[in-house]
């Protein structure tokens, strides 16, 4: 029985050495970094689709712009000179 009580008694010494607020500290600040990051992630997700939209519309507008360059320059060639200086005033 003595010796039962002195284990138990270390027992109570180990818990006054380990601080468990010290835990519980940690264990709020990484639920709270955990929830920052879900909200930093779908911030991200929401920009990647943006900008996929905006590169989107930018890349078929250029290339819509690329084919009348090529259309118009293919049509002037078969104009005399004289032609494409009275198109230009």
């Not at 990484?30 to 900008?51: C, G, H, N, P, V």
């Not at 290339?63 to 259309?71: G, I, L, P, S, T």
Request: aromatic share 12%; proline share 1%; with cysteine.
């Amino acid at each position: 029985m003595i010796a039962a009580l002195g284990a138990h008694q270390d027992g109570l010494q180990g818990h006054q050495h380990v601080d468990q607020f010290y835990y519980m500290q940690k264990l709020e600040e990484l639920a709270l970094l955990e929830d920052s990051i879900s909200e930093t992630l779908k911030r991200l997700k929401f920009l990647q689709e943006r900008f996929e939209s905006e590169y989107e519309e930018v890349y078929c507008r250029w290339r819509k712009d690329v084919r009348w360059m090529n259309n118009w320059m293919i049509r002037s060639r078969g104009k005399a000179p004289a032609d494409l200086a009275d198109k230009r005033r």
